[in-house]
DNA sequence: AAGTGGTCTAGACCACTTC
DNA sequence: AAGTGGTCTAGACCACTTG
C-alpha cells in the first residue's frame, strides 16, 4: 500500500491544507469563482489535488471561517462575492502603515511620547498587574502623507521587557517589535470595545480637527498572547480616512 | 466490535461535538476553567466523554474560533479569562431587543416609516438589482425606556416577498422576521462597514441629540443568505448607550 | 437514485514543550 | 521520554437537495 503522505508539517512549512486554503483564495480573488457560483465538490477538489477529503474539508473550513464561503448540506460549496474584495477587516490583523499605503499615501508618524507610569486600578486589572505597577506608556499620531489619520496610546507592562535590549531599540517602531524584540513576546488576539467618540481637545487637535465636527472612531483593545495573557492595552482613534469593514457570521 | 456513533445528526438535535462545545462554554462562563488554567488535554476529554478525539477537536475548534481558548502545541489548550464575559459581541449576532433587555430597559420603537422606493445604482449593486428595482425601505428608532439609543433604516428587494403574506405582518416587527416570513429566507452572515459618523440633522434630532456633540456608531451592512445572496442593506446609527466588543484573531 | 456537505470513528505520525 | 496539540488518511453513515 501506498505511504500516507507527510502529516503534521511545520506551520511555516508546506501544510498542505493551508496550501489548498491559499490556493482556492487565490482563485476567488482573481474572480475565477464569483457570482453566485459554486465551487468543485469535496470529492472532486479532493480527487483533483490528490489529497483526502478531510484535507480539503480543512481547507473550505478556513475559507469558510473567513468568510468567503458558506457550505450548504446537499447544495455545495457557495461563493460570497463581495468578501473576497475587502480590505482593512477589523476581525484580522491591521497594520497602520500598509492601510496608508494600501490609499496611494506615505505613511510615518511623529509627536511620540515614551513615559513610564503607575497602572491605575483599571488598567491593572486589564493588564492582570497589581494597581501600581509600572507600564511602558507610548503615545504617537500616525500620518498619511501630511494629513494625521490616527492617534494611539499603548501601555505595556515595563517588567516585561529585558530593560538592555528596549533601552537599544527605536521607540517609535510599532509596539508589536518592542513586545517581540525586548520581551519576547507575540500577539494573536485582541478583546476590542468600539466607540464613536470625539475625542477630546488634545486628541482633536493632534488630528487637526479644533473647529470640525468630524467624529473618530476609537478602538479599546487588549492584546493577549497565545497562552491568553493580556500584554498591551491600546486606545486608538481614527479618523474617517479610513474604512473598516468586518464579516459577521450570525451564529 | 462495538457499533460506530450515529453521526450525522440532524443540525437542531443533539450533535455531539455541539453538546461537547455547549458544556465546555457553559463551564467557563461558570468560571470553572478561568484564570490563567488549562482544559483537560484533548485524549482526556475524549476518554472523560466517550467520544473520539475528533469529536473533541471539533468543539473545541468551535471555542477557539470564538475566541474562548487557544491551543498550543506542547503545552495545551488556554481559557481567555475575559472572552466568556463579553457581551454584545460585533462578530455574532446582535439583537436589540435584548442588548437593550440585558441592560436593565425595556425596548420598544417608533417612528417607523414603511416606503417602496426605486433603487439607485450603488444600492442595487449592493443587492445584485438593476437601478431602478422597487425595494422596500424601512426606518424607525429604537427606545430604551424612554431614551433613543439607535436609529435604522433597512431595505430589501420587494420582488423577494409574497405581497400577499407581506401585507398581514406587522411592519415594526423585525426585518428578519418579515425576510422569513413573508419571504422564506435567512441571513447567516454580512459584510459591515464601520464608521463614526455626527449623523446628520434628522437623525440626531431623532435621537435627541441636538445641541450636544455626542458622536454616534454607524454600521453599513449587507446580510447575505446561506447562499450568499444579499438581500437586505441596513444603516444603523447607535448612540453611546450600547458597548459594543470583537474578539479579532489576528492572523 | 445520485450527489452534496456534515459528522463520527480509528489509527498513524509529526512538532513542540517539559521533565 | 512522555505528554501536548496539529495534521493526515481511510472508511462509514447521515441529512439534505435535485432530478
Redesign the interface.
Known amino acids: 500500500m501506498k505511504k500516507h503522505m507527510d502529516p503534521g508539517t511545520p506551520l511555516g512549512g508546506k501544510r498542505i491544507s493551508a496550501q489548498v486554503a491559499a490556493r482556492l483564495i487565490e482563485a476567488l480573488r482573481q474572480g475565477r469563482y464569483t457570482g453566485?457560483d459554486r465551487l468543485p465538490s469535496e470529492v472532486e477538489l479532493a480527487a483533483d489535488l490528490g489529497v483526502s477529503r478531510t484535507v480539503v474539508r480543512d481547507a473550505l473550513?478556513e475559507l469558510e471561517?473567513e468568510?468567503f464561503?458558506?457550505r450548504?448540506r446537499g447544495?455545495g460549496t457557495?461563493?460570497?462575492?463581495?468578501?473576497a474584495a475587502?480590505e482593512n477587516r477589523?476581525?484580522?490583523?491591521l497594520e497602520f502603515y500598509s492601510m496608508i499605503r494600501a490609499k496611494g499615501c506615505e505613511p510615518h508618524s511623529d509627536h511620540l511620547e515614551v513615559t513610564k507610569e503607575a497602572a491605575d486600578q483599571k488598567l491593572a486589572a486589564s493588564l492582570c498587574l497589581q494597581p501600581g505597577d509600572t507600564v511602558l506608556h507610548i503615545r504617537r499620531r500616525v500620518l498619511a502623507d501630511e494629513i494625521p489619520v490616527l492617534y494611539s496610546s499603548d501601555v505595556m507592562p515595563l517588567a516585561l521587557f529585558d530593560q538592555e535590549k528596549l533601552a537599544k531599540m527605536d521607540l517609535s517602531c510599532p509596539v508589536f517589535d518592542l513586545l517581540e524584540h525586548a520581551a519576547g513576546q507575540q500577539?494573536?488576539?485582541?478583546?476590542?470595545?468600539?466607540?464613536?467618540?470625539?475625542g477630546g481637545g488634545q486628541v482633536r487637535q493632534m488630528l487637526g480637527l479644533n473647529g470640525g465636527?468630524?467624529?473618530?472612531?476609537?478602538l479599546d483593545?487588549?492584546f493577549?498572547t497565545?497562552?491568553?495573557?493580556?500584554i498591551l492595552h491600546c486606545h486608538t482613534y481614527?479618523t474617517?480616512f479610513f474604512?473598516?469593514?468586518?464579516?459577521?457570521?450570525?451564529?
Open positions: 453566485h473550513s471561517r468568510g464561503i458558506e450548504v447544495i457557495v461563493v460570497n462575492r463581495d468578501v475587502l477589523v476581525d484580522h490583523k500577539t494573536v488576539a485582541t478583546v476590542a470595545h468600539i466607540h464613536a467618540v470625539n465636527d468630524q467624529a473618530l472612531l476609537m483593545e487588549v493577549y497565545r497562552l491568553c495573557c493580556p481614527y474617517d474604512d473598516f469593514s468586518i464579516v459577521r457570521k450570525l451564529m
